[in-house]
């Protein structure tokens, strides 16, 4: 059965960028305030399984044609990968870097390593969080 409602869909292009902006917002505060990796990663995941019940799984994989096992590996290296680049310069495990740099459009920022483990939590949270989904979801 294929239903047509015109206010749902439009309602979710609006809301799905809300909450996808709003994730993207969490991730980068989570370094000063609460937030971070796994609730923007969380966060991403509702606006995509939005998306799954709006429309349906083949369509949605057509718009976004994401791999999220790909995903998955990719955020495990970098966290794994961040967290272990201390040991290998003879600093203690998962110990954090950071300093400033001046960017063209930002100016005097300050960046961290943490920040790179982060983007591996959200990529994992996400690709996890999507696997299931869609497994559970894909079945006729």
Known sequence: MKLNNVILKTTTQVVFFMIFLFSIHIFFAG?????????????????LVLLLLTYDLKTVQQLLPINYTTMTAIGLLLSLGTAATSAFLGDAFFKHYFDHFTLPLFGDTELHTAMLFDLGVYLVVVGVTMIIIQSIGGDE
Do not use: N, R
Not at 31 to 47: C, I, K, Q, R
């Open 31 to 47: 370094h000063f305030s609460p937030g971070g990796g796994f609730v923007g990663g969380l966060l991403t995941a509702s606006a």
